[in-house]
T-cell receptor, first 112, second 113 residues
């Protein structure tokens, strides 16, 4: 049972480049979310999904896109990377918002 | 504006002593769940404890317990008999609007030998 798998673990991008952070879970969870973690800011919600085909914005959605075509996968897309998007990104999944969330190992992204 | 507030950026405690981490939140919901998560240096997020808002009894998990004050929207975490392995960042989490979950800025706890 792999849990929540995030790839890659580390990434360096140049300003303006695009990339996709992958997130997959094998627990049949309906609820998935993306957070970014910055020093002194804690975890801030980017986007979340309550099931396949349904996504919604969190508190810091600008510059990020998501889709949820399957229950298992919830990729996060950066269309045009900016230095302000340098952060550690976490994907999480749970049965619902009100149950324990399982987190991936995180992706450390640096935009230069 | 932060909807979950952790007013103590850093705390320290001597091994075997007790420490309390504070958290206040803001939600318009009536029935909800609150969480404390721990993030050790490995960066892996781990659930510490969960509280159901409609239950008056405070949740307890071994050395970890909460003091939940619904009217005050306060949800503090008490760690008893602190151990070196408790050294970590601790995050409080609360529901916000439209089915999302928000986290506080975290408290960095250091347990000293």
């Amino acid at each position: 049972n792999a849990g929540v798998t995030q790839t890659p673990k580390f990434q360096v991008l140049k300003t303006g480049q695009s990339m996709t952070l992958q997130c997959a879970q094998d627990m049949n969870h309906e609820y998935m979310s993306w957070y970014r973690q910055d020093p002194g800011m804690g975890l801030r919600l980017i986007h979340y999904s309550v099931g396949a085909g349904i996504t919604d914005q969190g508190e810091v959605p600008n510059g990020y896109n998501v889709s949820r075509s399957t229950t298992e996968d919830f990729p996060l897309r950066l269309l045009s990377a900016a230095p302000s998007q340098t952060s550690v990104y976490f994907c999480a999944s749970s049965y619902s918002r009100d149950t324990e969330a399982f987190f991936g190992q995180g992706t450390r992204l640096t935009v230069v | 504006a932060q909807t979950v507030t952790q007013s103590q950026p850093e705390m320290s405690v001597q091994e075997a002593e007790t420490v309390t981490l504070s958290c206040t939140y803001d939600t318009s919901e009536n029935n909800y769940y609150l969480f404390w998560y721990k993030q050790p240096p490995s960066r892996q997020m781990i659930l510490v404890i969960r509280q159901e808002a409609y239950k008056q009894q405070n949740a307890t998990e071994n050395r970890f317990s909460v003091n939940f004050q619904k009217a005050a929207k306060s949800f503090s975490l008490k760690i008893s008999d602190s151990q070196l392995g408790d050294t970590a960042m601790y995050f409080c989490a609360s529901p916000h609007n439209n089915n999302d979950m928000r986290f506080g800025a975290g408290t960095r706890l250091t347990v000293k030998p």
